[in-house]
């Protein structure tokens, strides 16, 4: 376990999350923020930039069925114990991955509190011809049963032209403007981050990304003056985390509905 760095907002860890996520004291953040591995690493094909490539992410999206199940499982349990009780959990996935999360979910004292579908207005073609083009990911937004999350209604509101926000969100993928700092097969758009944030945190909030990856959400969190630890069991991840943070100033937000 290696502290990479740290800040006045942000701390991030090279270590493995279950084993971090064990050593953090019981209802200690207000909310976990969490990209986990889909397991999509089945030596298919996909579509970037037009051209044809394996849809292999590397050894950790790599693994059955049966122990991506046990991974999902072990998260939310890890998560229940250090949620506060009145904390909040959003989880991205696909179709391949998000309904194992949702059901686990409802039968590890989760209440869904909204399914949040993240549109993408230019998805890549789909290759095969022989289905509807994927342009979406799901983000589920859950709390302990019985607790009361928070949720900045006003603030969202004003986001969107005075009108209640609803849970269908758009955005470009991933712009190359937001990777200038390095490459990560599964980065997320700093709005979507940002927007997750800005509704279910107060300033005093504490945050926790467990797959911190790229470190959207430590670059989001940092923007809007919160706390967050980022974890990541990768060298090369975790580094290029450090550099996004440390060139914040540099960092694009591109444009969310």
């Known amino acids: 376990m290696e502290q990479v760095y740290k800040d006045e907002y942000v701390k991030l860890v090279l270590t493995d999350t279950f084993e971090f996520m064990e050593t953090l004291p019981e209802k200690s953040i207000d909310v976990i923020i969490a990209d986990p591995p889909y397991f999509l690493s089945n030596d298919g094909i996909s579509n970037s930039g037009g051209k044809v490539v394996s849809v292999n992410k590397g050894k950790w999206d790599k693994k059955s069925k049966k122990d991506a199940e046990e991974?999902?499982?072990?998260?939310?349990?890890?998560?229940f114990?250090?949620?506060?009780?009145?904390?909040?959990?959003?989880?991205?996935g696909t179709m391949h991955n998000i309904y194992t999360v949702g059901y686990l979910m409802q039968h590890n004292q989760f209440?869904?509190?909204?399914?949040?579908?993240?549109?993408?207005?230019?998805?890549?073609?789909n290759l095969t011809k022989r289905m509807l083009t994927h342009s979406s990911e799901t983000i589920l937004w859950?709390?302990?049963n019985g607790g009361k999350q928070i949720y900045n209604y006003s603030k969202m509101k004003e986001h969107n032209h005075d009108r209640q926000l609803n849970d269908l969100w758009t955005t470009s993928t991933t712009s190359m403007l937001e990777k200038?700092?390095?490459?990560?097969?599964?980065?997320?758009?700093?709005?979507?981050?940002?927007?997750?944030?800005?509704?279910?945190?107060n300033k005093d909030s504490l945050l926790l990304d467990p797959f911190i990856g790229s470190g959207t959400t430590a670059v989001a969190a940092k923007q809007l003056g919160r706390r967050i630890i980022g974890i990541d069991n990768s060298q090369e991840f975790i580094d290029l985390s450090k550099k996004r943070i440390?060139?914040?100033?540099?960092?694009?937000?591109?444009k969310i509905e």
């Open 180 to 201: 200038s700092f390095g490459y990560h097969p599964t980065q997320k758009p700093l709005a979507v981050m940002k927007r997750i944030i800005e509704a279910s945190t």
């Open 111 to 125: 209440k869904i509190i909204n399914n949040v579908t993240w549109h993408k207005s230019n998805p890549a073609p």
């Open 142 to 144: 859950a709390k302990k």
């Open 246 to 254: 440390l060139g914040i100033n540099k960092a694009y937000i591109g």
């Open 81 to 92: 114990k250090v949620l506060k009780d009145d904390g909040t959990i959003w989880v991205f």
């Open 71 to 79: 991974f999902y499982k072990r998260f939310l349990e890890l998560s």
